[in-house]
């Protein structure tokens, strides 16, 4: 194309784009929708510093998007933020070291692995405190996933090769799953089916059937594999590299990596939008945050954050990232850019799926890929 052909098709973008607006305003209109509008692009933003306790790890948010949950390692608690105003408004005292932290979908329990008594406490979230007696897993228990259906909480169990599967009617665990070398992460599809499983000294993922509790595939990734986050629609999961300093890409359907994405140093956790477009990546060494187009599989965005940042977790309407900072004792919260190139739309209340950020409008994201406007998926798995 030359120079005058592209011009003239900048032109008419930008003489577009006012049209899409308005376009938008009037579909707004006719459904009664409020605070539809466009506003400057502004990049994703460290918007709040919350202190929390010692050595903080594992963060979990509820189905609501109105609590935080906190495993800090060093105080033997969990901090709870509430996240309409970024504070931790108490602790829950639970076993030594606790480190993984997983809601349940209906909102009312949360599993939290003690690494030092091979443990796992039980949250009630209404009273915030521990119910019934610590549940009994394997050597050095890490993280916890639990299915969609709230049925079972999967617990990689770190010093003796396995997984735990809890039944969460009985608290009783039902099932132990041999896997790779020195388990870690553990997330879960969003239909039920299967546990994928980084095993951190393997270079591999184990993929567990969630309906006969076996391990039915390995998946080779990188050095050091840590957390696995899995795409809102089931088709991707994402695996944090430590020692290789990136990401693998992993395609659910057939068992294999598909890419390789480079972030910052020492990558622990990650998350991924409920729209699915955007992947966050806690970069333990840089103290950093790598925000991944999922399209394009590459960094878009690199954001600073507290020291030792060790995973993150996004609320259910996507206008929120939490990052646990370990060596700050802190906890960073990240305001993700809701914007597409230089066009950003609101729409108000219309984007479901938590208690706060409504305003801030997740709509634009899935205008461009023809999806609803509201976007959608369900909620991020939170790191694990």
Not at 160 to 178: A, K, L, P, Q, R
Not at 185 to 198: H, L, R, S
Not at 308 to 328: C, H, L, M
Request: glycine residues 14%; negative net charge; hydrophobic residues 40%.
């Amino acid at each position: 194309m030359n120079h005058h052909s592209s011009s003239h098709a900048h032109t008419t973008v930008q003489a577009r784009a006012p049209r899409l607006l308005g376009v938008l305003a009037t579909f707004a209109m006719v459904l009664g929708i409020a605070g539809v509008g466009a506003t400057t692009a502004a990049a994703d933003t460290v918007i709040d510093t919350i202190p929390v306790g010692g050595g903080p790890s594992r963060v979990a948010i509820t189905p609501d998007g109105s609590s935080a949950y906190v495993g800090n390692q060093l105080d033997d608690s969990v901090s709870v933020i509430d996240i309409a105003t970024n504070t931790e408004i108490t602790t829950v005292a639970v076993g030594d070291g606790p480190a993984g932290v997983a809601v349940t979908p209906d909102g009312t329990r949360v599993y939290v692995t003690n690494v030092g008594d091979d443990s796992v406490s039980v949250i009630d979230t209404g009273t915030n405190t521990v119910v019934g007696l610590p549940i009994p897993v394997g050597d050095n228990p890490r993280e916890v996933a639990i299915t969609p259906n709230g049925n079972f909480a999967y617990v990689t169990n770190f010093a003796d090769d396995s997984v735990s599967v809890i039944d969460t009617g009985t608290n009783m665990v039902v099932s132990t799953i041999t896997v790779g070398a020195f388990p870690l992460g553990v997330a879960i599809t969003p239909n039920g089916n299967f546990a994928y499983v980084a095993n951190s000294t393997d270079a591999s993922v184990s993929v567990i059937d969630t309906g006969t509790n076996m391990v039915v595939d390995e998946v080779t990734v990188g050095a050091g594999p840590r957390v696995v986050a899995i795409a809102p629609n089931g088709k991707r999961a994402y695996v944090t590299n430590l020692f290789d300093a990136s990401v693998s890409v992993i395609d659910t359907g057939t068992n294999t990596q598909v890419d390789t994405i480079p972030v910052g140093g020492a990558p622990t956790g990650v998350a991924v939008t409920p729209n699915g477009k955007r992947a966050y990546v806690t970069n333990n060494d840089d103290n950093t945050v790598s925000v991944i187009d999922t399209l394009r599989r590459t960094v878009i965005e690199t954001i600073p954050v507290g020291g030792g940042p060790e995973r993150v977790a996004i609320t259910p309407n996507g206008t929120r990232a939490y990052v646990t900072n370990n060596f700050d004792d802190t906890v960073s919260v990240i305001a993700i850019d809701q914007c597409l190139g230089s066009l950003c739309i609101g729409f108000g209340s219309l984007v479901g799926g938590g208690s706060t950020g409504s305003g801030a409008g997740t709509g634009a994201g899935s205008v461009a890929g023809g999806g609803s406007l509201a976007g959608g998926g369900s909620a991020g798995s939170a790191a694990s």
